[in-house]
């Protein structure tokens, strides 16, 4: 077991291109993924991209817990490698976000609203879902990641953004609307 250091926002590899992973199933990659998931547990996130734990390489992983998931399915802990996706509507939802590599804040989000997306399971086996809600949301946050985006880089309101006790006190039930 490998708890991974995660890199914060103003690190260079965070904004960086990330690099596709040519084999899911080399032993270095096999190995990046347990310690990802040791990582993700840890930090007791919804998910986690490689350039976070300082790999840009595109592999990401992601869970919809019940408690997050809403009206929408909660979806376990989730490994995909090249990931792409693609919206199923022009539908934008605002919706809250926190990022490991942003500790300690949460804001309010625009993401399509509903998305397939397809990549490799670690075996390199495809891969293909159609996501809504909160399972659509945490894919997008990843797969931006990859690409050197972080969540502050695709608000659009920044009163809705916030600490984490103030957030809870005085944003949380402030239903970001669209
Ligand atoms: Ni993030």
């Known amino acids: 077991m490998a708890i991974l250091k995660i890199a914060r926002m103003g690190h260079p590899v965070l904004l960086a291109e990330a690099e596709p992973v040519a084999d899911p199933t080399a032993p270095e990659i096999r190995e990046l993924i347990r310690d990802m998931h040791d990582t993700l547990?840890?930090?007791?996130?919804?998910?986690?991209?490689?350039?976070?734990?300082h790999v840009s390489k595109r592999l990401i992983l992601f869970s919809a817990p019940?408690?997050?998931?809403?009206?929408?399915?909660?979806?376990?802990?989730?490994?995909?490698?090249?990931?792409?996706?693609?919206?199923?509507?022009?539908?934008?939802?605002?919706?809250w976000e926190g990022c490991l590599s942003i500790p300690g804040l949460r804001a309010a989000v625009p993401r399509y609203a509903a998305i397939r997306y397809c990549g490799l399971d670690p075996e390199g086996r495809p891969v293909e879902r159609e996501a809504s809600g909160f399972h659509a949301r945490v894919v997008q946050h990843e797969i931006d990641h990859l690409d050197g985006?972080?969540?502050?880089?695709?608000m659009t309101d920044f009163s809705l953004?916030?600490?984490?006790?103030?957030?809870?006190?005085?944003?949380?039930?402030?239903?970001?609307s669209e």
Do not use: C, K
């Open 41 to 53: 547990a840890d930090a007791a996130g919804a998910g986690l991209a490689a350039p976070q734990v």
């Open 66 to 95: 019940p408690e997050r998931s809403g009206e929408g399915e909660s979806v376990p802990v989730t490994v995909l490698v090249n990931p792409h996706f693609e919206p199923l509507g022009p539908e934008m939802e605002l919706g």
């Open 149 to 154: 985006i972080l969540y502050p880089m695709r």
């Open 161 to 176: 953004m916030g600490f984490e006790p103030e957030w809870q006190r005085y944003l949380l039930d402030r239903r970001p």
